[in-house]
């Protein structure tokens, strides 16, 4: 019953930054995945970024890596996923999920089972 809360979502312009935060309230596990999912207007939700274990093992997309970074503060059950240099393709609804149980498919959506509501991000040119 983890109950995910996101934010951080705005208008930037080609070039600009963006912190997103996912605050998650609920029975937690560092070694259940949390991640970032993203949205295009007609398109599939894809993966963005995830986060994993005790050691914080990260995984990105390629069309993010080098530009996005994720993050979490443990004490807070909150992650974060910083992204510079933000391009128009980048325009969508980002998601945060939470792993219930373990499944080490972190790619997927499947291998998720809470999910927040959403928050817009827009990159003009």
């Known amino acids: 019953q983890v109950q995910l809360v996101e934010s951080g979502g705005g208008l930037v312009q080609d070039g600009g930054s963006l912190r997103l935060s996912c605050a998650a309230s609920?029975?937690?596990?560092?070694?259940?995945?949390m991640g970032w999912f993203r949205q295009a207007p007609g398109k599939e939700r894809e993966f963005v970024s995830a986060?994993?274990?005790?050691?914080?093992?990260?995984y990105y997309a390629d069309s993010v890596k080098g530009r996005f970074t994720i993050s979490r503060d443990n004490a807070k059950n909150t992650v974060y996923l910083q992204m510079n240099n933000l391009k128009p393709e980048d325009t969508a609804i980002y998601y945060c999920?939470?792993?219930?149980?373990?499944?080490?498919?972190?790619?997927?959506?499947?291998?998720?089972?809470?999910w927040g509501q959403g928050t817009q991000v827009t990159v003009s040119s």
């Open positions: 986060i994993r274990g005790s050691i914080a093992i990260t």
């Open positions: 999920a939470a792993q219930t149980s373990y499944s080490s498919n972190v790619k997927s959506e499947t291998a998720f089972s809470s």
């Open positions: 609920g029975r937690t596990f560092n070694s259940y995945a």
